[in-house]
């Protein structure tokens, strides 16, 4: 089976968010007929909301102007998300495309099997997927303040977020690996509401796991191996 592949690119969040929701319009309306992936980072701090979520709920406004990071709304759900130092993937997909896609639940797993085969390949051992996620605190939480089902964690440490839309056959699903140790004290606690701060003895990366300085390329480079080999395609570059 062949699948769509963008190029990795850094590139604004509005540009993000509106590319995804394009690729998936595409799709449903028979635009397009195959799954695509594609990779990307931001071109600066930006925190994502999911897509039933306002910013004066779940963050701080006066924090992001003040550190001039990005917000954008998703077109998936979850919560919300700081992209820093981060690299995201989405796929969009019909679920009659592969076996895996059949359910929200199905999805989540095998995307999530593929990620800890993408770290594995960098060194990195993963913690068996949680069949059951933590309780949350309060609908307030950051992404990173809780573990839901099938997330990979290292040493139980949280290293990925993910999120999902289903609409009739078709699905978006938004993930984002932590790669680079880099959210300060500002990052982890003056962002959110008061009593959700970040704890960073339960978050790590890429960089903390391996203790060494990661190369992006080579990271999405062993991202698309593990897609390719766990869902038995091949990419039609673009």
């Not at 959110?192 to 890429?206: A, F, K, N, V, Y």
């Not at 593990?226 to 869902?231: C, K, L, M, Q, V």
Request: aromatic letters at 10%; a negative charge; one cysteine or more.
């Amino acid at each position: 089976m062949h699948w769509r592949y963008l190029p990795f690119g850094t590139f604004t969040g509005e540009h993000n968010m509106s590319l995804d929701r394009q690729l998936l319009d595409d799709l449903q309306s028979g635009k397009s007929e195959t799954p695509t992936l594609r990779f990307y980072c931001w071109d600066r701090p930006t925190i994502s909301l999911g897509t039933n979520q306002t910013a004066e709920e779940v963050v701080i406004p006066d924090q992001i102007q003040r550190l001039n990071y990005g917000l954008v709304t998703r077109p998936t759900g979850g919560r919300a998300l700081l992209h820093k130092g981060d690299i995201c993937y989405a796929i969009i997909a019909n679920r009659k495309s592969h076996p895996a896609f059949f359910s929200l639940t199905s999805t989540y797993r095998a995307i999530a099997q593929s990620i800890a085969a993408m770290l594995a390949s960098l060194g990195i051992n993963t913690t068996e997927l949680p069949q059951t996620g933590t309780p949350a605190r309060s609908n307030l939480n950051p992404c990173f303040a809780m573990l839901n089902p099938f997330e990979v964690t290292v040493r139980g440490r949280k290293i990925c977020g993910s999120a999902q839309f289903r609409t009739g056959d078709f699905f978006l699903q938004h993930g984002s690996v932590r790669i680079f140790d880099n959210w300060n004290e500002s990052d982890l606690c003056s962002l959110w509401p008061e009593g959700h701060r970040l704890d960073s003895s339960q978050i790590t990366s890429i960089e903390l796991e391996t203790q060494s300085r990661p190369v992006i390329n080579d990271v999405v480079s062993a991202f698309e191996r593990a897609i390719r080999d766990s869902f038995a395609v091949s990419f039609d570059d673009e």
